[in-house]
């Protein structure tokens, strides 16, 4: 079975410059989650998607970040204009229902900004 | 320069022992907590979960304690092997918190040899 698949793997991009990330949620799960990972905060909930509306954005540290989900097979977060401090691994994050349930993690997206 | 973040507490066991992993939580309105595995360039990966009407659960080779009294969650991994070594997480939700956990810091278990 395929799990959660986030692309590109790694990326590298100068301070300024736009960068969108990519993510497929398991077939079926309708939630979707964007989380940050740092060694200064750990692992933090960006923004997460129900039925591909958004639920909670509280998480998302300003207007830089955008967050979309067209269909319940995509989504993208998008960082403009991206800054050295937005330099984190970001995973996305899939589960089936919206109440208590288990979230299955991608690989994600390194992401170091120059 | 040198950065400064998070100082991962780390945990050493010989291969073979028993391990025990502590976390502290903070709300005692969360009702569910899971424990997660992340291994170096990885996702975090779900080991186990425990609700709060619970204060045992018993998976393959691990069992999670939970103590509601004192806030505290313990994973125990029985017979550690070196596939163990690992960053562990513990996250809690929040009663009517939808989906919003939150992870702890997480420890680093290094197996022995």
């Known amino acids: 079975d395929a799990g959660v698949i986030q692309s590109p793997r790694h990326e590298v991009t100068e301070m300024g410059q736009e960068v969108t990330l990519r993510c497929k949620p398991i077939?079926?799960?309708?939630?979707l989650f964007w989380y940050r990972q740092t060694m200064m905060r750990g692992l933090e909930l960006l923004i997460y998607?129900?039925?591909?509306?958004?639920?909670?954005d509280s998480g998302m540290p300003e207007d830089r970040f955008s967050a979309k989900m067209p269909n319940a097979s995509f989504s993208t977060l998008k960082i403009q204009p991206s800054e050295p401090r937005d330099s984190a691994v970001y995973f996305c994050?899939?589960?089936?229902?919206?109440?208590?349930?288990?979230?299955?993690f991608g690989p994600g997206t390194r992401l170091l900004v120059l | 320069g040198e950065s400064v973040g998070l100082h991962l507490p780390t945990l050493s066991v010989q291969e073979g022992d028993n391990s025990i992993i502590n976390c502290a939580y903070s709300?005692?309105?969360?009702?569910?907590f899971i424990w997660y595995k992340q291994e170096s360039g990885k996702g975090p990966q779900f080991i186990i979960d425990?609700?709060?009407?619970?204060d045992k659960r018993q998976g393959q080779r691990v069992t999670v304690l939970l103590n509601k009294t004192v806030k505290h969650l313990s994973l125990q991994i029985a017979a550690t092997q070196p596939g163990d070594s690992a960053v562990y997480f513990c996250?809690?939700?929040?009663?009517?918190?939808?989906?919003?956990?939150?992870f702890g810091p997480g420890t680093r278990l290094s197996v022995l040899p």
């Open positions: 994050a899939s589960s089936l229902g919206l109440t208590k349930e288990t979230q299955y």
């Open positions: 077939s079926g799960h309708n939630s």
């Open positions: 425990i609700r709060s009407n619970m």
């Open positions: 996250a809690e939700n929040e009663h009517n918190y939808g989906q919003n956990f939150v």
């Open positions: 998607f129900n039925n591909n509306v958004p639920i909670d």
């Open positions: 709300n005692s309105a969360s009702d569910y």
